[in-house]
């Protein structure tokens, strides 16, 4: 195995500010705020997915209206369709969807793991067969970046060899480390546009604290304008990832954004902010809403069950969402009845509880900002944990683990 070279420096691009502007004096928490090509973006925060250029239920003028200032798209989507040619052409995805604030694309790496069986990982990419035709193609390095040059998005994500956490072959997850870090020079010398595309690298190592001791110093070195730990939310027990999250988090310097890849449950955001980490995202909570479920304070509403059909409150009292929102308020007025009526006959039910799920997730995020900066963080927690498990349920050991780690006693 080559050992890893000497990074040439990357120049802080004027596309991305971070401005740092509290820390939690108990925890490792933050409040910041990342300024992007395409407006201020406050930290934390959860990202919505779009992956093919659009959010499943939601149009943007609804997405808009929730707060969102950064949402995702997928790079391995849109470059099979609508195609980089297309892209190029239309002048990238924000005209194509017609998105006026930011956008971040992943770099097409966890399709490799997540939807292609029939894929190869060598130094010079992945090669896979199409999930369309059956045609063979490679994804590379400078190919990822390309494409995502041609999206336009405001932050790009580099290409990483990706591996389940879950993996117990130690030689492999060292091999997709080191991998992941010499990708990641290729990236930096293909990426054309760093005055207005961040290139953000993607801490690997599986769950083994010493190799992501060692890809958080060699990624360091690089200078990215921020930074992501990747290979996570694969499997593995919620002990593990928090380990993973604040050893990495602890090793990661104070003036650029900490990007947790794939994590969207409630209690995962709250205990990971906790541990220093700033941006999440996942498919999470617009997916379990087709399944006629709803996110609130008290946990999740299977709005499906009989015992809502005479339910006519809100899905969550107080909530400013437009599905919750009475219609003196300008808001839908939905019911929990209305609700149950709809999930199991009609679209526009799981159209309705996306807008609440994705609203409940930006809404959690933006009152963990709040109480950062006004450093009652901690009691936050506490009101959390008691909402969601009250009248003496039993709290989950995985985060009174993590939160005792940073002065949090549950």
Not at 11 to 33: N, W, Y
Not at 65 to 80: E, I, K, Q, S, V
Not at 292 to 298: D, K, P
Request: aromatic share 6%; glycine share 8%.
């Amino acid at each position: 195995m080559a050992e890893l070279s000497e990074p040439d420096p990357m120049p802080r691009p004027p596309a991305l500010k971070f401005d740092l502007l509290a820390k939690c004096s108990v925890t490792k928490a933050r409040a910041s705020t990342l300024h992007l090509p395409h407006g201020a973006v406050p930290l934390p925060i959860f990202m919505p997915v779009a992956t093919q250029a659009s959010l499943k239920g939601l149009t943007y003028e609804q997405l808009d209206a929730t707060g969102c200032r950064l949402c995702l798209n997928n790079t391995y989507h849109l470059g099979l369709k609508p195609g980089q040619e297309v892209l190029d052409h239309v002048g990238g995805a924000h005209k194509f969807q017609g998105w006026k604030h930011n956008i971040l694309t992943g770099s097409g790496s966890f399709q490799m793991v997540s939807l292609l069986k029939l894929a190869k990982v060598t130094e010079e990419g992945v090669r896979f067969l199409s999930p369309h035709d059956g045609s063979p193609m490679l994804l590379t390095p400078e190919h990822s970046i390309s494409l995502q040059n041609s999206i336009g998005s405001d932050i790009i994500m580099q290409l990483d060899d990706v591996i389940a956490t879950t993996s117990p072959d130690l030689e492999r997850m060292t091999e997709a480390m080191r991998r992941s870090v010499r990708w990641l020079d290729r990236c930096i010398a293909a990426h054309k546009y760093p005055e207005r595309q961040n290139l953000f690298c993607i801490i690997q190592g599986g769950l083994d604290l010493n190799l992501r001791q060692e890809c958080c110093e060699a990624m360091v070195k690089r200078d990215t304008p921020g930074i992501a730990i990747g290979g996570l939310s694969g499997g593995e027990d919620k002990e593990s990832y928090c380990k993973v999250v604040k050893t990495c988090t602890s090793l990661l310097p104070d003036n650029k954004p900490r990007y947790v890849m794939g994590v969207g449950y409630p209690e995962d955001l709250v205990v990971s902010v906790a541990l220093g980490a700033d941006m999440f995202d996942c498919v999470w909570p617009t997916r379990t809403a087709r399944f006629g479920n709803a996110v609130t304070a008290h946990g999740v509403l299977n709005l499906r069950n009989a015992i809502y059909g005479n339910d006519f409150g809100p899905i969550e009292e107080g909530c400013k969402c437009t599905t919750c929102r009475s219609r003196e308020d300008g808001g839908m007025g939905a019911t929990r009845s209305y609700l149950n009526h709809l999930v199991s006959k009609e679209t526009v039910g799981a159209h309705l509880l996306t807008i609440h799920n994705v609203f409940y997730q930006l809404d959690l995020m933006r009152r963990v900002r709040e109480s950062i900066l006004e450093d009652r963080f901690p009691q936050f927690i506490h009101d959390f944990f008691n909402k969601l498990y009250p009248h003496g349920a039993n709290k989950p050991d995985w985060a009174k683990k993590a939160l005792a780690t940073v002065g949090i006693v549950l």
